[in-house]
């Protein structure tokens, strides 16, 4: 008979080897992975792409532009980024006909599709041992952006080739573009993947500060009085929950420094006012509208994407014309801005668009040293110089960051204790357009790390703000 020593020992062992042998990843191979590519159901009426990666030996869901990596846990069970099960269902001949993800059943659609091999590599054919950046200057286009020599900056190039080398080498994952304007010249232009300067990124969250510069705008046309209106006086139509006194006195002002007041913060996952109960609600704004006061308007900041979408709306009916429709005639019309991709559409058919606007990287550019001048773009002021200053000064504090009106006010800190201070538009993915004043720079970056952490500051941080230290 054992000793109770040795049975407490083997019990323990069990326990070890139980929770090693539960960690470890499922194994499954490429061409294992290969059988559940195919087009899907997504939901009533869209649809989603599953391809299997040969890079990472993962799934990866696409859906519209975004690309989400699914991990293997189980036969026929993978779990995204938020760890939800997604589980393939099989035929009796054992082909997969469809996925469940909670309680709804998408059906596989059709199995013919062709995944181009760009999207895999950050440059196709690039051998990764041997492979050295070599620098060139970015190509002179008729969209208003004047190119510049790296060197004629004084640029430290020796710090752009290694970062160069390292996306290519895939350590930096999912970087789209990298942009770089200095002394107001494009410097500075590469692309990744499938992306080409012809290629819409999606904008996520940046978006929200190109409605701040709409409302700039708006106000200063004399569509809006001011930005000390009240929110709620532009919807009489709505009989509102929640109406109290103190929701009658959210100003503009308010939700452009996402200060409203309102039970709505994406950092808090008991907020009434989430984002996946506004996507699936009929009125993105009535929703928003809806929740609950937690604190005074002009207090504390929230994140809270139905604050921007309640001012775009306030556009429109200030206006009296489509929020993209009056973003062409006084932002982007002028800028020099085409074939971009703006369906502001507040309701749940637009639950895989989010509002949000697609550019392309060197509109992204364009766009922040827009700002940087001020608002002045070919010698006009687009956006009034005020209404930049405003947007850029701090109004409230959002997870921790200094915030302006839908803007984020960060600092980075660069290899060596350097602090820079800078003026970002940021989206999900790592779409970053940076703003930096007293550097004389201005940084677009876009990527595909959605719902997981970009390299994107990291990038800006550890190789291109240094490498202009010396000027």
């Given at each position: 008979m054992r000793s109770l020593k040795t049975n407490l020992f083997i019990f323990l062992?069990?326990?070890?080897?139980?929770?090693?042998?539960?960690?470890?990843?499922?194994?499954?191979?490429?061409?294992?992975?290969?059988?559940?590519?195919?087009?899907?159901?997504?939901?009533?009426?869209d649809k989603l792409q599953i391809a299997a990666s040969p890079v990472d030996t993962c799934l990866v869901a696409i859906i519209k532009l975004s690309v989400y990596p699914l991990k293997g846990s189980g036969k026929d069970i993978f779990l995204d980024i938020g760890k939800n099960k997604i589980t393939f269902l099989r035929n009796a001949s054992n082909q997969i006909i469809s996925y469940t993800k909670g309680n709804d059943t998408n059906k596989l659609i059709?199995?013919?599709?062709?995944?181009?091999?760009?999207?895999?590599?950050?440059r196709l054919g690039a051998n990764v041992k041997t492979y050295q950046y070599k620098y060139g200057r970015p190509a002179k286009l008729k969209d208003g952006l004047q190119p510049g020599d790296a060197t004629a900056v004084g640029l430290d190039t020796a710090l752009l080739d290694k970062m160069m080398n390292k996306i290519v080498q895939g350590k930096y994952p999912n970087v789209h573009s990298v942009l770089i304007i200095k002394g107001g010249k494009l410097v500075f232009e590469e692309y990744f993947y499938e992306y080409t300067k012809d290629s819409l990124q999606e904008m996520r969250s940046a978006t929200k500060s190109m409605v701040s510069a709409l409302t700039g705008i708006a106000i200063h046309q004399g569509f809006i009085k001011s930005k000390n209106e009240t929110v709620l006086s532009y919807f009489p139509e709505y009989n509102l929950a929640n109406n109290t006194d103190i929701k009658k006195t959210i100003t503009i002002e308010n939700m452009l420094a996402n200060q409203s007041g309102l039970d709505c913060d994406v950092s808090n996952p008991k907020?009434?006012?989430?984002?996946?109960?506004?996507?699936?609600?009929?009125?993105?704004?009535?929703?928003?509208?809806?929740?609950?006061?937690?604190?005074?308007?002009?207090?504390?900041?929230?994140?809270?994407?139905?604050?921007?979408?309640?001012?775009?709306r306030i556009i429109e009916k200030a206006t009296h014309m489509a929020l993209s429709a009056f973003g062409q005639k006084n932002l982007f019309g002028p800028l020099g801005i085409t074939g971009y991709k703006?369906?502001?559409?507040?309701?749940?058919?637009?639950?895989?668009?989010?509002?949000?606007?697609?550019?392309?990287?060197?509109d992204m550019a364009k766009f922040g040293l827009l700002y940087f001048n001020k608002g002045v773009w070919n010698n006009k002021q687009i956006i009034p110089a005020d209404w930049v200053t405003a947007s850029f000064q701090k109004h409230s504090v959002v997870q921790g960051v200094d915030y302006g009106y839908l803007w984020w006010l960060k600092y980075l800190d660069a290899d060596g204790g350097v602090r820079y201070y800078g003026k970002a538009a940021q989206g999900n993915g790592g779409q970053k357009i940076y703003v930096f004043p007293d550097q004389d720079l201005v940084v677009a970056i876009t990527g595909g790390n959605y719902n997981t952490k970009s390299p994107s500051d990291e990038l800006i941080s550890k190789y291109i703000l240094p490498s202009f230290n010396k000027k």
């Open positions: 062992f069990f326990l070890i080897a139980r929770h090693a042998f539960a960690q470890q990843p499922y194994k499954i191979t490429y061409q294992q992975l290969k059988e559940y590519e195919g087009v899907y159901q997504y939901g009533k009426e059709t199995r013919n599709v062709t995944f181009s091999p760009q999207m895999w590599y950050p907020s009434e006012g989430s984002e996946e109960a506004m996507d699936a609600s009929d009125d993105w704004v009535k929703f928003t509208l809806d929740l609950p006061m937690i604190d005074k308007p002009g207090n504390d900041g929230r994140y809270c994407s139905g604050n921007p979408i309640t001012i775009g703006w369906n502001f559409k507040p309701d749940r058919s637009n639950i895989n668009e989010y509002c949000q606007i697609y550019l392309h990287p060197r």
